[in-house]
């Protein structure tokens, strides 16, 4: 639900209720009967306005709860490097090679600042 997203997304960043509604402009009532789920349909502005203070994409908050992996809200960079990644043809079975490569990458990165 939007409101458990909100809720949850707003306490990973470090937020009281009382600053989201200050920072986003919306009234802390408000925002509360959202993240209690009392509100269910609220407008696309205040959901962007929630949104833009959380740092998050509209989806993010938009989006339904379908397993507990989903309970972990992805941030949107994740989901476009993932979108990325399968636009450039590279498969599922095919992540474990590159994270061979990623992890060289890194090593070498290592040794080039003298870690």
Known sequence: MIGTNIS??????????SELAHRSNVSKSY???LERNLNQNPSIQVIGKIATVLDVDL????QAENTEENH???????IDFIHDLKESGI?????KEYKTVIEFIKWQQGKVEGK
């Open 8 to 17: 949850e997304i707003r306490k990973r960043r470090g937020l009281t209720l």
């Open 31 to 33: 925002l509360s009967n």
């Open 59 to 62: 989806k993010t908050i938009l």
């Open 72 to 78: 972990n809200l992805l941030e949107g960079e994740w």
């Open 91 to 95: 498969e599922k079975e095919q992540l």
